[in-house]
DNA sequence: TTGAAAGCGCTAACAC
DNA sequence: GTGTTAGCGCTTTCAA
């Protein structure tokens, strides 16, 4: 059967369109309450549901918004993003087209004059990872964009706080007692995150009089095994300049560090102390042990963008909001192996025995 | 300022809505080409683009899908079905509505009416993983289920051959030379899935001609850890009894199986094969070794969803779609150590020598 | 307290 | 070849 319109209930309880459109719209009209009782069982009765299409085109909005992105929801990093937009969208009423563009320019533009034909009430441009993009054309003013920031200016944005992220990972290590911390960098185009998690550490190395040790910055591609390898060489400095702490620029660096000490012969965390980033679902708390990581808010950023899209938060015009990254401490800090007073004759090498310095120290 | 309209177009171009509406939707009808051509210029002049919902109200298609899921979204398993889905949409000028339901009953249902509200011209119900689900009320039956089968028929489906998936697997190692070969499944609310690659897997071993060791059906909690658990009590059965090769449900319980090999000192492939099941996206490729495993068709099957959906493929009426899981080579098979004819001394322990028994046999 | 009617922007049957 | 016009299903102004 076709879909009932608001004429079937309309006659259906006896009244005009108007009536049946003031009653369903809970409008402040003067309607009596039997004539509300009786438009509202009619609507019942011939399954009436309102078409968003005709009320969209009357109305000129349209409850809908677009959320147009690189690949956030065909990729396993930043699906909460997701998670905190839809909520909050469905908390409005709203319904989201989503849109990945596998980060295709001329896609990206098809979907913005797609979602604009669409007259969405809102849109939001997010990203995977925190960057800086230009603007595509064509996109509204009022956009949002959600883990990026237009080159320009002159959008409202969201992004995590990663300079603040770095500094509170660096400080989970300096307050545990280490002072040889390495930074286990993104290497290749550095991601702006890296240098801002850097601007961290630095800044708590400053704070902790520790003088940084370049040798300690080493950069790694961005994988399990970029990671592995980069940490094999910092295990290869002499024992008095090797890292008793690592940093790393992300969890699948830190999975990397992992292998790399397990290959060692090293415990974590009694003789390696390690703390990610992204907290990424299903890989930093499966680890074993447990990663002590910084979390990315990716679902309170979800919610942060969509929020001020719908209006329902003031977000400051053309500003870019700093969103905090919580540590998540789990079993991958402890404190630093005993100190060697003075530089050994042990060489690097692969370690099967349990290192003299290695037994806790409190 | 507002947005343009076909009248606009038309009086720019000096003619009636009729011959732009034509022109601008390539209908075969006779217009001159002098005309098509002005049509063109004023529409790009007055930066015209037609209203979806106008055009929508008038033809009853909004060129506009539904896509509902339990999460795929916003969980980092199942992302690449949504890729697959998207490009068959874009390919067809379709947008996609995507709502993640959070496997609430209440939000189906709300999601369900506001997509039809919306006259989506097609509707996918999606799942995470391969599941029996009861069909919401109200679902149009032309919807078309993915990596989900409803629980009475009467759909349109998509699932993985899970059955010849799981025996796949175990083919590839009965090809390495292997005979005592472990299934590491899922415990507790065991999914379909791991019904159906158990039987795969039964039954290559009764092609091999391997009688089934009930000791080497083991199950886990579905993480890294349960997998390791599961995996110790396999490796502590007398050397005899010992799986040379673990076939596991999924990717995360092998990761598990990693770990435990790592710490008894065995070597993947050389002392224990692995193979596991999902191509779980930056794991299963970013293990050490990479881990040989079984593809879930995610992109492939969200695409076929989305055809169907979209009437672009005839997908059988109420039939279930079996979709093949390829095999992922890449270097946690080996052949089996080779076998000590009689009980040795050896009990299990740290190798760090190569055992002589490891030289490859073929 | 309720209803008539205009109109959102478009397509398509029909007329010329 | 091209134009007139009737709706698609709704909201909302204005009148009664």
Redesign the pocket.
């Known amino acids: 059967m ?9 006659s259906a309880a ?9 009653v ?2 809970n ?1 402040e ?8 009782q009786r438009v509202r069982e009619a609507a019942k009765a011939v399954g ?4 968003s ?3 969209g ?4 909005r349209t409850r809908t918004v677009g959320l147009i992105s690189d690949e956030i929801a065909t990729t396993p990093f930043a699906g909460r993003m997701l998670a905190g937009a839809q909520d909050v969208a469905r908390e409005q009423g709203h319904l989201v087209f989503l849109v990945d563009t596998g980060a295709d320019a001329a896609i990206e533009r098809d979907a913005i004059a797609a979602l604009a034909a669409q007259q969405v009430d809102a849109m939001i441009y997010a990203c995977m990872w925190h960057q800086v993009v230009d603007a595509p054309q064509g996109l509204r003013s009022d956009a949002v964009f959600l883990d990026c920031r237009p080159a320009g200016g002159g959008y409202r944005s969201v992004v995590p706080d990663d300079r603040a992220g770095g500094a509170a990972a660096v400080r989970e290590l300096v307050a545990a007692g280490h002072r040889r911390i390495a930074y286990l960098d993104a290497g290749g185009a550095k991601p702006i995150a890296s240098h801002l998690r850097l601007e961290g550490y630095l800044e708590v190395l400053g704070e902790a009089g520790i003088e940084p040790d370049p040798a300690l910055h080493v950069e790694a591609d961005v994988s399990a095994l970029g990671g592995r390898i980069a940490v094999e060489g910092l295990l290869d400095l002499p024992e008095e300049r090797r890292p008793t702490a690592i940093f790393a620029f992300n969890d699948r660096l830190a999975v990397g560090a992992y292998t790399a000490a397990h290959h060692r012969g090293l415990d974590i965390p009694r003789d390696l102390s390690i703390v990610g980033y992204d907290d990424q679902q299903f890989v930093a708390a499966e680890q074993d042990p447990p990663l002590t990581t910084i979390a990315l808010p990716h679902y309170e950023m979800g919610r942060w963008a969509m929020e001020v899209a719908l209006g329902v938060r003031a977000g400051d015009e053309d500003a870019t909001h700093l969103m905090e990254c919580p540590v998540i401490r789990r079993d991958s800090v402890g404190p630093p192996p005993a100190q060697v007073a003075k530089p050994s004759r042990r060489r690097a090498s692969v370690n099967t025995e349990r290192p003299p310095w290695a037994a806790p120290d409190r």
Request: no cysteine; charged share 25%; aromatic share 2%.
């Open positions: 076709a879909r009932a319109r608001i004429s079937d209930v309309a006896g009244v005009s369109v108007t009536t049946v459109s003031l369903l719209n409008a009209a003067r309607i009596s309450d039997d004539t509300r009436y549901e309102p078409s299409l005709a009320r085109l009357r109305t000129q």
